[in-house]
C-alpha cells in the first residue's frame, strides 16, 4: 500500500477516535467524509488497498452498511490474498453479524477468519477469534 495513503487513513481514523470520544459529531462527519473520499477515489485503482475499506466500515453506525463495507474490504483482501486483513475483517464482520442476528454468518466468517488466522503472528486476534467462534458454536 501506498505510505502516503495508509498515513492519511491511519491519521484519520485516528481523528475518527478523537471525535467520538469527544463526542464532535461535526468533526466526526468530516473526518468520515473525507476517508469515504479515500476509498472512492482509490476504488479499483492501483492505490485500492483492503486497510481503508475496514477504516470506513469501523466507524461507520449503520450496521447493514458497515457489514457490506467489511465484505468490500474483504474482497480486496482476498485479491492480495492478506491473511492478516482476512483475519481482522473477518471478525470485524462477525461481530456486526452477531450484533444483527445473524448468527449462522457469523460463524460463517468467523470459520473462515480461523483458517486465516493460522498464517497469521497477532495471538490476541486468534485468540479473539477462537473465542467467538467457540461462545456461538456452543450458545
Wanted: glycine share 2%; net charge negative; proline share 1%.
Amino acid at each position: 500500500m501506498n505510505t502516503k495513503i495508509y498515513k492519511e487513513v491511519f491519521s484519520l481514523a485516528s481523528d475518527l477516535v478523537s471525535c467520538a470520544n469527544k463526542q464532535d459529531q461535526a468533526g466526526f462527519d468530516t473526518c468520515y467524509a473525507q476517508l469515504k473520499k479515500i476509498c472512492d477515489e482509490h476504488d479499483n485503482t492501483d492505490k485500492d488497498h483492503p486497510v481503508q475499506w475496514e477504516a470506513l466500515a469501523d466507524f461507520t453506525d449503520d450496521i447493514e452498511l458497515a457489514i457490506a463495507l467489511y465484505h468490500k474490504a474483504l474482497s480486496k483482501a482476498e485479491a492480495i490474498n492478506s491473511k492478516d486483513y482476512l483475519s481482522s475483517i473477518g471478525y470485524s464482520t462477525a461481530r456486526l453479524q452477531v450484533e444483527f442476528g445473524d448468527t449462522a454468518g457469523a460463524i460463517a466468517s468467523l470459520e473462515k477468519a480461523k483458517i486465516n488466522s493460522n498464517k497469521i503472528i497477532d495471538k490476541e486476534l486468534k485468540a479473539e477469534i477462537h473465542d467467538l467462534l467457540k461462545e456461538l458454536q456452543d450458545a
